[in-house]
């Protein structure tokens, strides 16, 4: 599943610390570094709607997707 | 996942009243049950063995009180907000297992132990073999439910 988050990226740009954006957003340190590395099987709309406020942008700014066909294959035919 | 569950504090305290007085209403039936019992003047090992099976069908009572307490901590938990927190799988566990365990009691044991070691020999009523039967189904089933509960937790913990 090529869908990536750019939470790395969003806080290089606007040089905050992960330290300082999990104590904004009520996460620790370890679950907001699971999100950087993308090691969860999800993002909730608060906390996803919590990062974008902090970090001044808009989910599509931190999410990010590129088209893999793989990701259809669990997909009946229609 | 947050939970506000102060507000059943209460009924858990009044679960644990009246698991008290159910406590206090069995002693006093059985109290009363086991001054009434038939002894066999001379015989011990049979009076022995007739005290033996009395204490075992104290046990089914026992566990299905044990399990109403274990409710009563399950709705007076109050240090963690999560509805399934590790102490609300382990309450509720409790009274899964303890419900499952007093109807095998019921179900197996007492009838057991009261034709080995009394001279009434083997007999069910049919009423509470249902009733135990639906009993110790409902603990399976939450024994059952905690385990799926768990398993969701853990998958939702996943998602951040």
Known sequence: MPVRLRIHVMMAERNVTARDIAARI????????????????????????????????????????????????????? | ??????????????IKVFTVVLALVLIDHMSGALTAMKWVIGDAGANVALVFAFWTTLLAPGFYLIALWSLGNFFS????????????????????????TGAGCALMVEPLAIATLTAEGMHFDVTLVVEDLTIGLIGLALYVLVASAEQLRDELKEFI
Request: with cysteine; hydrophobic share 35%.
């Open chain 1, 26 to 78: 009520s996460l620790s340190e370890t679950q907001l570094s699971l999100l950087r590395t993308g090691k969860v099987r999800g993002l909730r709309f608060d906390t996803l709607a919590k990062l974008c406020y902090v970090l001044g942008c808009k989910p599509g700014d931190l999410i990010d997707y590129e088209p893999d066909e793989r990701d259809m294959a669990e997909v009946p035919a229609p």
């Open chain 2, 1 to 14: 996942m947050v939970f506000k569950h102060s507000g059943l504090r209460p009924v858990g305290i009044a």
């Open chain 2, 77 to 100: 938990r109050g240090s963690s907000p999560e509805v399934f927190s590790s102490e609300a799988s382990r309450c509720i566990r409790s009274t899964g297992s303890s419900l499952l």
